[in-house]
């Protein structure tokens, strides 16, 4: 553990970020590192509870007690092995990760947790800095190939835990860059690229594949695919979007996020980007108050637009936790992204009855809402009409995209619109496997890792007929 | 005799204690006052025998005489020749015609066999009358053997009659003659003749008439009162046995005997014709541990050795830390530890044969033995004033000494002290000379160069294969290494058993440390190590029976863990005679399940081939681990190695030395070692830690924690010597399978059976893969997971979601989420788990007692207030409260204002008192101010230790309710120092009722094997309430060690309480009450159905109030403001008295479901309905290993039904010395005026003074009546407890000698005593009163004119006290109050001294070396202590005027510069703190 008293000494060190005034005049992180001794400091706070519940809340099962003690000992190394151990990409879970881990973190019962996700990243940029992030190719090929669908992070974790069991893996990405979501759904000011970057090319030279361009039941078909290769997984992720049921919802000026968002990370990339969607000088409203508008909000003001209006449906969450809401679960509080903490506003419990313009939108039509048995429902006499002339659509994900799949197989999907599968990852049809937002439905980047890398131990398992020998994150005792 | 075993029952768990005395003619003459005197001292020791269900069937009782000739010449019906002539014995036959006849045939022939003639036979006349109907129903013929001697000197004729004596017991046996087994020979000697039976000890003289005669007599008489802790029928069991009559408990008797086995092949003596085989086994399994003793010292005495010779060598006094022993002395002690290991254990021995009689003491003085010498006889008992001498005839009073012999010379009329024995012992043989000549030392030994360590990966595969996990090196290895001391933790374990577990646990996690409770003491292994010992030898053991040169001819170690460098030497010495040689554990990878036991069979035969070719130094060694070589696992090896040597009878022949990687831990340790290994090298972990931190200082540092942890093991067991703990086996394994056990693990329990070889190796071939699989991916060793929950490790009962449900529901009031968290934790997996209750007709839920009733029968665990906060404790105790259940204060005190009701009617009191070893707080107030008082014996998470509250966590607010010092650091003593066997506990429990005589009295103990016949001894004692602890819970802070391997699950422990209580008939007189892991409404029925009538819940209680199972209650630092005292931390303090109560509601709710399935209205309906349990057929294969039918064993018999309580007993002493000094001085509601009263006093008043106190703290208050306002002045010997709990205003003064338990827990009254008047004695120089005086005293005065015995002022913290003199280990522990000591101190005064001060009179100027010094300072007086010290002297002349001290006064000057002043130096800090104001009063 850290030191005994230390969680009473030193106070929780939030993540030191530049200046709102200075992030906004261009799309790079702005989350500064701690430095060594702050580091241990902070892993110092942890208490290396008799029951860790940040272990048990991060969906990867990382050894939270375990590398803040070395980390508190001085051994960064130690430190990142243990992490390395349940998280094979800690430099992405320490940038976007929401920390579940933390909000478990028994210090969080008086809100102030350790900083795990920081010295998270921290550990991982430590390790890069220093070489140890370098190529462990297996010692030996087993034989096996498998193909992973997708290179979003379920993908590219099922595909570095199944190299390193020995298995040739090939990911096939549709789009011309590897990352997925990860690339071209999260702000750079988020995630570099160039993270993702060197990821893949050291995931490269482990021996590791990737076709890009690729779209398979398109480009090939599935039944091809799997017919070369002893076993394949569905990473496709949840792309299908939750579209707006409003009359006028085609004017143009309505656009979905994921387009926007896309468009200013190729832009940051250096691609040409034809029919840009700008905010510069305009009003911008965002619908849906999730993570994904909060990443437009913090795009559009980094565009210049004139004003920017998040819009949430839901009444807005209690500044504290309700009864029913104990800790360690996942606190459903109102909580204020970093894109927030830079400017616009937010709105809650608003729908919208229609858009306004007639060549291009000029804005909405908004009314109240209220809860009701489960149901929300407008109240009378509440309706206002907001001037906008760029309408973003952030109201989260139905699904995965099953259309080109279920032509070819007889892929059964859930209620939810998911593909179904076993507890061992495994579809109707033997050998086909999937993992990801493609079967959990869209959800945190720390949750597709996770089930991409439960998926390999089960894939492994299933090529070899006997127990795994990679690593899994353990039972899952959640508490709801 | 005994019954067989049946359940979880074991006969062999029996225990007894006694009491003993001898009276003895110093005059040459045998005359019938003699056996008078003794039966009349023995009617006094009545309070130390004890009754069963019956109250007129005793446990035994007897007596030993010389032959007493005149008479039998007049009685026997046949011819007697001359004394020595001819031998009688006392036979008990079987009272069937046919089964006796057959009996006596097989004795005349073996009497003529060995060339002896029969003489005759005697009808013993005896009258049954007053005997109770279970001795009458077990009662035997009991007859008389005349034995006429044939051709052979007085002294051969005594072996052969052993031969006679054991062959017949061995042939009538096998014959099956005698099915009942009444056959038994009391005594077969031509010098001592024992009447003995299952009877009291007041009905001894009237049942054999022939002790009444007056033409009855004898030069000695040797008498004994048996206290069992059970009542099956046992006249064999009665004592004195042939030679010994005992007063305690030998606990290594399973190692001993199993010695002796092992030198078989070397028990050769020229005394005896033929071979001792054909009289195997020497040693009778099934005999008592006093019988065994008996057995061993007949052996020896009659191959040569003089009785205390045999004595010395089988108990022999603690020589290892002494300096100050006489070097021959020392050379004596020295050499015979080489031929024999102690038989070890608390032990008042009187032993005779028909010249001698003589008595000793354990090494630690653990029993009590007081003597008074006149002219012409001497008495010694274990209590005092048990004759009547009057003052002017005594010459002497003494009291035994630990580790002193006193013998009698009956025919010279001498008596001879221990140094004259001794002298007379060490001077035989020149036994310095051989040791100088023979014993090899390690550092004499040529250097050689150790195996290259391991490191990196190869390492890391190794530790993987082995077992290790990361939490090993971290929690384990890291504080030994670094800090040098076993890691502690917190809140007990809730991982499953080896049995249970998937994780591949090793084989030392099959098993579980035994531990003392109640029968005998644990020891303190760090504030009496000059009792203990480490050191161990190694090599070939030579013919017990001789003495030579070349017995001492061994490698002598001062411990038994050996760095490389020591091992290197060992292997390859080869001075003198030693012949080393290794033989590895390895074994095939690929071999099939069978490979293991294949393996280790040829193991076996490769040792004992070893042996035969000369080898007498082996090697056990795992070392060379690699993809093809599985290890044996070296527990296994070393055990089965061990009994097999034994079997075959060479075990002595060889050393056995064990190189292994699979031991890192003290647990580790000490199973090689109690297996029969006498050194270990723990290789790997050695390598780990040189790898890790710089060995020249991390090895010292680990082995000396492995040795100090070491240390504790043996003493949680009250065992002294390793020597005595090896291969004694005082383990208990669970989940392996019994016939494995009985053939490599000989003797060990194993009572549900378990996994075999296959798993075993199936385990093993895991573990190795963790290291050596081909593809294994990953870097780090496996995360463990059981000292704390992680995803990837050992299951956890409480986790992330159990804990999150339980709080989410006792705080939303959801029982969904309860139905969860119960659904979570019931399918845990526990042994309960495979308990299922059988549904039989439902009915409505309405017809079920309400959840209110069932409420009523729950309790809190002891929590003391001080390991817990105020705020949490006061929480519990007010839900408790509400509920109508019972919350237990734990073992702090408690702040009298909580008897107090809130305004809103809440009572924040514990009405649960405990009554700990440690007595912190344990004021008169204290004890009439509960409802239950709770002797807690033993705790679940440590069983057999004691604790320490570290001085940070005294605040002033605690240290006022502990009666302490803020800032002091508090010790708990791993004994209770009253209790050292079961008569001891039936004092205790005696003080408590006559102090409290409303409250119920409670038990506590820990599950073990033999926890039934414990309870059945708490019952005899007296105790209302039995509590049975499972060996998991455990709230409080302890060795990581003991929360994981000492004790076993409460439904093991409860399963035999209930089965030995109802064979005892026992049952219906008290209630049993379980806890330890409590948690679900299934646990309370599963329990309920097992027998318990009351549950006991801590860590759930404590979750429901906000504990997070941080484990960090040792630390101080609980986020949680439960367990921790820090300000900060209890600000942080959520938890509401509605969520405990919620909790124990919903669990009430739950049983009420429950019930109602079964169809059942009560929870007293389903009390001890076993037949509605049905052990499930688990598919797990581990699981499935399991036989649980014991747990649910009923047992058969005559007075079995009783399934719970009926109903308490009414106790109440009406005859107690109090009731009329309360009649006479209590007058009306008002405080009395002054009064003083006389009485005389005889020991068997006992506890004299506590119910009055009682009486006055319940009407006055704490305060009492003021200064002196009731005066008694007695006369006479004092039974136990004189003066205990004594109030304010209080005065008691005695003229005579009071026994043991002077002045336990004064509280403000004053005890003076002194020598009658007439007395010529100097007063010094006598003992006047016993063993732990003043124990755990917290205010008062008391003055000495006399020397008082072991342990004086043990746990003072506050009492004011004057004494002449005093034995071992004075004022330990103590922290307050001032002891002013005028003369000699024992050994080790002041260990474990944190508070108060004490002044010396050290006239030679040597009681510094008495001292056990650490963290105390000695100095001269200061003038304030002048003023102090003289003032106390003073009172002293005033109360006892005492010679001595009216010499001190009137020569003060000179005298006060002898005075050495003893006080702690960290008290000395707390009180100059205390002064400048820096420890704020806290709030």
Redesign the interface.
Known sequence: MGR??G??IWPREPAAARPVSERLSDHHEFVEALGAEQRTQQAGRC???????C???CPL?N?I??FN?KLWQGDLRAAW??LK?TNGFPEFTGRICPAPCEA?C??A??KAPVTIELIEKELADEAFRHGWEVPRPP??RTGRRVAVVGSGPAGLSAADQLN???HTVVVFEKADRIGGLLRYGIPDFKLEKPVIDRRVALLEAEGITFRTGIDIGRTLTWTDLRAAHDAVLICIGAERARRLEAPGADLPGVHPAMDYLTQQNRQNAGETVPDRIHAAGRHVVILGGGDTGSDCLGTALRQGAASVTQVEILPEPPADRA??N?W??WPLVRRRSSSQEEGGQQQFALQTRRLVGDTHLTGLELEAVRPDGGRLIPVEGTGQHWHADLLLLAMGFLGPELHDLQKEFALAATARGTIAVDPHFATAIPGLFAAGDAVRGASLVVHALSQGRECAAAVDAWLRGRPS???????????? | MRPEPFGLYNPVHEHDACGVAFVADLQGRRPHGTVHTALEVLERLAHRGAAGRDPRTGDGAGILVQVPHAYLAEVAGCALPPPGDYAVGTVFLPPEPAAQAACIALIEAGVVAEGQTVLGWRDVPVDARALGAEALASMPRIRQLFVGRQRCVPSAFERRLFVIRRTLELRIRAAGVDPQRHFHIASLSAETLVYKGMLLGSQLRGFFPDLSDPRFGSGLAVVHARFSTNTFPSWARAQPLRYVAHNGEINTVAGNRGWMEARRRQLLSSRFDGSLDDLWPIIDPEGSDSAQFDNLLELLHLAGRTLPQAISLMIPEAWEHDPSLDPARRALLAYSAALMEPWDGPAAMVFANGHHVGATLDRNGLRPARWVLTRDRVVLASECGVVDVPVGEVLARGRLEPGRIFLVDLETGRVLMDGDVKAELATRQPYGRWLARNVIHLDALPAVAPPTPLTGRAQLRQLSAFGYAEEDLDLILAPMALEGHEPVGSMGNDTPLAVLSRKAPILFDYFHQAFAQVTNPPIDPIRERVVMSLATAVGPEGNPFEETAEQCHQLVLEGPVLTPEALARIRVVEAGAFVPRTLSLLYPAEAQPEGMEAALEALLVAAAAAVDEGVNLVVLSDRGVDSEHLPLPALLAVAAVHHHLVRVGCRTQVGLVVETAAAWQVHHIALLVGFGAAAVHPWLAMDAIAERWPATESIPRYIASLEQGLLKVMSKMGVSTLQSYRGAGLFEAVGLDAALVARHFTGTSTRLGGVGFGVLHAETVERHARGFAEDAVGSVLPVGGKYRWRRQGEHHQWNPRTVALLQAAVRQGDAALFAEYEAALDAGPELRGFLLPQAGTPIPLAEVESAAAIARRFVTGAMSFGSISAEAHETLAIAMNRLGGRSNSGEGGEEPHRQVLDPNGDSRKSSIRQVASARFGVTTEYLVQAEDLQIKIAQGAKPGEGGQLPGDKVDARIARVRCSTPGVTLISPPPHHDIYSIEDLAQLIYDLRAVNPHARISVKLVAQAGIGTVAAGVAKAGADVVVVAGGNGGTGASPLSSIQHAGVPWEMGLAEVQQVLRFNGLRDRIRVQVDGGLRTGRDVVVAALLGAEEFGFATAALISEGCLLLRKCHQNTCSTGIATQDPRLRARFTGKVEHVVQFFMFVADSVRQRLAALGLRSLEEAIGRVDRLAAAAPQDEKAHALDLAPLLAEPRGPHTTARFCTGFVERDDKRHLDVGLIAEALVGPHKPPRVELTRTIRNTDRAVGARLSGEIVRRFGAEGLGEDRIVVDFQGSAGQSFGAFLAPGVTFRLAGETNDGLGKGLSGGRIAVFPPAGSTLTSEEQVITGNAALYGATRGEAYLSGRAGERFAVRNSGARAVVEGLGQHGCEYMTGGVVVVLGLTGRNFAAGMSGGVAYVFDEQGDFASRCNRSGLELSELADGDTWVVRMLIQNHVRFTKSPLGQRLITHWARVREQFVKVMPVEYRRALELQRTGDLKEAS
């Open positions: 005994r008293d969680f009473l208490m290396d509870c008799g029951i860790p519940f272990h048990q809340g099962g050894r007690p375990d003690h092995e243990i151990e478990a028994v210090l019962i008086d010692p030996r390193r069991a020995g009864a029913t104990p360690p679960r020998v990679l690593p899994t994150r353990g039972v899952d005792l959640s508490f709801g």
